[in-house]
């Protein structure tokens, strides 16, 4: 809109209807995904596709085309977006799905919000019997074993590690697998098989204050890091977990972000095709372990193929890290940066606040059909972000 | 869940969804009554929806008081707890010139309110139970040159609940006067409020149901408004006279 307004999505958030057989929930895209929860897991409903917080509205899911634990298998939110209605430049507002008007579908989700405002939405949600998650936490030893792993659980609904990302020499790539089913109702203690879907409301943890940047080190990290994986591997096998501890760690911690410091973090979030991924990744963990700023938050995941416009994923491997900002930390990303693209991998422009318009070319051929989208019905004038400045999209 | 139905009237504003949210949240049916009702279909299907209550509407115009009786008739059943939020603020320079404007402004904010209320308050005498909860403002604890028209209006309404209060209390019936402080809405979207005296719309909604379990009389919603208000009472009216505030 201009350097100092943004569209506030906020207070655009009506539930418009919900179809109790098909499970397609109507709504304006305001709505947060904490709100779908709220409303239909009680009613037997999930989101079938959710980010690692549950404080996103519905618009900037589709507009970041947001995968999640389950991407190897069910594809990123967009697969389960029946139409969207979107406001363009000269103010028509034009329903689009796969089928009907499936260009500006195909360029929407997945457009960063660059191609038009996102109203209304109909998403599908997925049955689910219960609120519980049966995860599995298999601790593994190295990179190998970790890849290994995933390729062994292609069949489970979702999977995701943390990884050490400072472990070095033959620990490096260690592991934290943990695999996912939705629960049944037979997998619950008896107990509570008769509220399947009530879990004990969490308490809310919160970060007081901000400590000094410099509690972030090498040091500290990699002996959070070595105790967090330690208590992994006596955690290993199978236990139930209740959706948001599952879904949301994070989210169970206000202003989580302050541990990194005054000066705030940036993350980092790359895919790597599936046959440069060993080697892709072991040059990337090599690179942050000799830098010592490793992350707390290091997530590597496996992805299934996937074909849109400009959306993220890829069929291959993709890792994200979170890096208090400093000038040796933004160095480092430009490494990662450089090997990523070494190895034809790309990167996630919802996690991304410091990448070259450069660099997101060099990685990215569909970025210069994305401008020529852009470009018409003047969209390029009308929709602006700080990013979109940044990269030259 | 609760079938203790919730009536709201004066539905549309920032503050009155945002009490229809929360009371829908703890599992009351909602019943919202405004002018031109069907425009809030949108939010009676987003209420619904979101809390799994039943959401009804229905027309009500707080100055046509003639029709009051025949309004609690056409309610679907006579709720236990209702929230008046029917408020209008105008323009004080057109207020101080203008009587039209004035009458509308004294009867959005006292008549109408004031009247509803008794008309439900007889009938939850009758039946020995409910809450009423009249939403007055702190602009009638002292009149100000800035919205003396606006504020007497409120001075009325908040003397009517406190008689109200005192004539029911024997009787099962509980009323709540709330004194919001600013407010974020749209209302006050061109004014320039100071941050940490304003309350947001749920803010607002929170404080009334807490009001309504924990059988509170007199709620300011931001705590500071209470000291603020007793200041402004006690300044002695040959200071106050001369002050702008």
Request: charged share 20%.
């Amino acid at each position: 809109v201009s350097e100092t307004n943004t569209v506030h999505m906020r207070h655009f958030n009506r539930m418009i209807s919900f179809n109790d057989s098909t499970g397609v929930l109507v709504a304006e895209t305001g709505v947060l995904a904490a709100d779908i929860i709220d409303s239909f897991l009680p009613r037997g409903w999930f989101l079938p596709v959710t980010p690692g917080t549950k404080f996103v509205t519905l618009g900037g899911m589709i507009a970041a085309d947001v995968h999640g634990k389950n991407h190897h298998v069910d594809g990123s939110f967009g697969n389960f977006v029946d139409w969207i209605e979107v406001m363009e430049p000269d103010g028509s507002v034009t329903r689009c799905s796969a089928r009907k008007n499936a260009a500006l579908f195909d360029w929407t989700v997945g457009g960063m919000g660059l191609t038009g405002v996102i109203l209304r939405a109909a998403l599908r949600l997925r049955p689910v019997d219960t609120a519980w998650i049966r995860q599995n936490l298999q601790p593994t030893a190295d990179l190998e074993e970790t890849i290994d792993a995933f390729e062994a659980a292609q069949e489970a609904t979702y999977s995701v590690a943390w990884i050490d990302c400072l472990s070095r020499g033959a620990q490096q790539g260690r592991s934290l697998v943990m695999l996912g089913e939705h629960a049944t109702l037979e997998d619950l203690p008896k107990p509570r098989r008769r509220r399947p879907y009530e879990t004990r409301r969490k308490r809310k943890l919160s970060v007081p204050l901000t400590p000094p940047a410099v509690l972030m080190n090498g040091l500290t990290v990699r002996t959070f890091n070595s105790l967090y994986y330690w208590n992994g591997t006596r955690n290993a096998g199978t236990g139930l977990v209740d959706w948001d501890s599952y879904f949301y760690p994070l989210d169970a911690i206000l202003n989580w972000n302050r541990i990194y410091g005054r000066r705030g973090f940036a993350q980092f979030q790359c895919v790597l095709p599936l046959d440069a991924s060993r080697a892709g990744l072991q040059a990337l963990l090599g690179a942050i372990s000799q830098a010592g700023a490793g992350s707390f938050l290091a997530v590597l995941k496996r992805m299934g193929p996937q074909q849109r416009r400009f959306s993220f994923p890829m069929e291959g491997y993709t890792l994200a890290l979170d890096f208090p900002v400093s000038p040796r930390t933004l160095r480092l990303m430009e490494r990662l940066d450089d090997i990523t693209l070494a190895h034809g991998g790309r990167f996630y422009l919802a996690k991304d606040s410091r990448m070259s318009a450069d660099t997101l070319r060099r990685s990215d051929p569909r970025t210069e059909d994305f401008l020529k989208m852009r470009q018409s019905k003047a969209r390029q004038t009308a929709f602006a972000s700080a990013q979109s400045e940044r990269l030259a999209l | 869940m609760t079938t203790r139905a919730v009536l709201i009237l004066g539905a549309r504003s920032d503050m009155a969804l945002a009490i229809a949210h929360r009371f829908g949240k703890a599992g009351h049916p909602i019943q919202l009554a405004a002018r031109d009702a069907q425009s809030l279909a949108a939010e009676r299907d987003d209420i619904a929806l979101r809390y799994n209550v039943e959401v009804t509407l229905h027309e009500f115009d707080a100055l046509d008081t003639a029709r009051f009786a025949g309004f609690v008739d056409g309610l679907p059943v006579l709720p236990h707890i209702a929230v008046c939020a029917v408020g209008y603020m105008g323009a004080q320079a057109e207020n101080q010139t203008d009587p039209d404007a004035a009458t509308r402004v004294l009867r959005s904010n006292f008549e109408g309110p004031a009247l509803i209320l008794a008309e439900l308050a007889n009938r939850f005498e009758a039946r020995g139970s409910g809450t009423l909860v009249g939403i007055s403002s702190v602009a009638g604890d002292r009149g100000r040159a800035t919205n003396y028209v606006y504020g007497s209006a409120k001075a009325g309404f908040t003397a009517f609940l406190s008689g109200l209060r005192n004539r029911l209390a024997k009787e099962g019936v509980h009323v709540i006067t709330v004194l919001p402080g600013f407010v974020a809405t749209k209302m006050t979207e061109d004014m320039d409020l100071p941050e940490k005296l304003t309350a947001q719309p749920e803010e607002v909604a929170e404080a009334i149901q807490r009001a309504v379990t924990s059988g509170r009389n007199v709620i300011y919603v931001r705590r500071i408004w209470w000291l603020i208000m007793l200041i402004i009472r006690n300044i002695p009216e040959a200071v106050f006279k001369k002050m702008k505030i």
